[in-house]
Antibody, heavy 124, light 107 residues
Framework: QLVESGGGLAQPGGSLRLSCVGSEFVFNNYEMNWVRQPPGKGLEWISNISLSDSTTQYVDSVKGRFIISRDNAKKSLYLQMNNLRVEDTAVYYC???????????????????WGQGTLVTVSS | DIRMTQSPSTVSAFVGDRVTITCRASQSIRDWLAWYQKKPGKAPKPLIYKASTLESGVPSRFSGSGFGTEFTLTISSLQPDDFATYYCQQLSTYPWTFGQGTRVEIK
């Protein structure tokens, strides 16, 4: 139900914009997240956005460099990644968070739906 | 940040074995804990949420327990499809954090 794109090779200090396209059901009913997995390492949650796009959260390591956004009409989630570092190299996944009913969102209890991931490589 | 520590890092087991993985939180997260199964090249698959609730479609050989700071994931009878890496995740407090993972290997 979720498909990421936009990954690739970027130089340190460069930028990339990731996209995640999903179904109308997902984008009308879920808060959304980005999670990454560096090669050979574990999972790291990096950002979350509310249903209405009004509230965002970030892990400290990307705060001020990455921006999460969504366009529910386009059924799309985005991650603008600026000032990239070698340590940002990872597979990036989008995933659903809290379920929303009639515009009221429950606190996320888990990430139910995930995309297949897109690889971002930061290297000179 | 809440640190999630899993043990063991690797477990070697036979098909049919009972496997238990522990996840400890650096502070209380009540029952805001999820478990995922991860295979190479695939997206994480949710198994358990709210510490003990089985996700729809997940086999009943998987179970979760715990509250506060100590949690366990148990596979009652290991099947060939279960060889993977397992992660716990706390959703109590931002930043949401994962454990470092436990790899379940064939013995």
């Amino acid at each position: 139900q979720l498909v990421e794109s936009g990954g690739g090779l970027a130089q340190p200090g460069g930028s990339l914009r990731l996209s995640c396209v999903g179904s109308e059901f997902v984008f009308n009913n879920y808060e959304m997240n980005w999670v990454r997995q560096p090669p050979g390492k574990g999972l790291e949650w990096i950002s979350n956005i509310s249903l209405s796009d009004s509230t965002t959260q970030y892990v400290d390591s990307v705060k001020g460099r990455f921006i999460i956004s969504r366009d529910n009409a386009k059924k799309s989630l985005y991650l603008q990644m600026n000032n990239l570092r070698v340590e940002d190299t990872a597979v990036y996944y989008c995933a659903t968070g809290g379920l929303c009913t009639s515009g009221v969102c429950q606190s996320a209890t888990y990430f139910k739906f995930w995309g297949q991931g897109t690889l971002v490589t930061v290297s000179s | 940040d809440i640190r999630m520590t899993q043990s063991p890092s690797t477990v070697s087991a036979f098909v049919g074995d009972r496997v238990t993985i522990t996840c400890r939180a650096s502070q209380s997260i009540r029952d805001w804990l999820a478990w995922y199964q991860k295979k190479p090249g695939k997206a994480p698959k949710p198994l358990i949420y709210k510490a003990s609730t089985l996700e729809s479609g997940v086999p009943s050989r998987f179970s979760g327990s715990g509250f506060g700071t100590e949690f366990t994931l148990t596979i009652s009878s290991l099947q060939p499809d279960d060889f993977a890496t397992y992660y716990c995740q706390q959703l109590s407090t931002y930043p949401w954090t994962f454990g470092q993972g436990t790899r379940v290997e064939i013995k």
